[in-house]
């Protein structure tokens, strides 16, 4: 059930022809915010870049759940998705060189 819920918050938040104002997109809008973790592992696994870069240009999570969005990339063997959110993790965060001195 809650998958049906999320998508259909899916659709109609990127539905270029829902009224922007109306409650029901405010509604949808609210609830991708509170599910950001399902809503992007349902966009990685469809592969949908380009509507992982407007959630991630609403500024709904970082870093740790970056490096979580990478896991289940990798996990679900979804290339183009992995390389968007390594690229995404390189621009906003860097990577960090491990120290190995003794």
Excluded: C
């Excluded at 899916?10 to 829902?18: G, K, S």
Aim: charged fraction near 40%; hydrophobic fraction near 35%.
């Amino acid at each position: 059930m809650k998958d049906v819920k999320l998508n259909h918050a899916l659709e109609l938040y990127f539905d270029e022809t829902a009224e922007k104002q109306s409650r029901e997109y405010f509604e949808a809008e609210k609830y991708l915010k509170m599910r950001i973790r399902p809503a992007m592992e349902m966009l990685i696994q469809l592969e949908d870049t380009e509507k992982m870069e407007v959630l991630e240009n609403n500024g709904w999570f970082g870093e740790k759940e970056l490096e979580s969005f990478i896991k289940t990339a990798q996990e679900k063997d979804k290339p183009r998705s992995l390389i968007w959110l390594l690229h995404l993790k390189n621009r906003k965060y860097g990577y960090r060189d491990k120290d190995f001195t003794l």
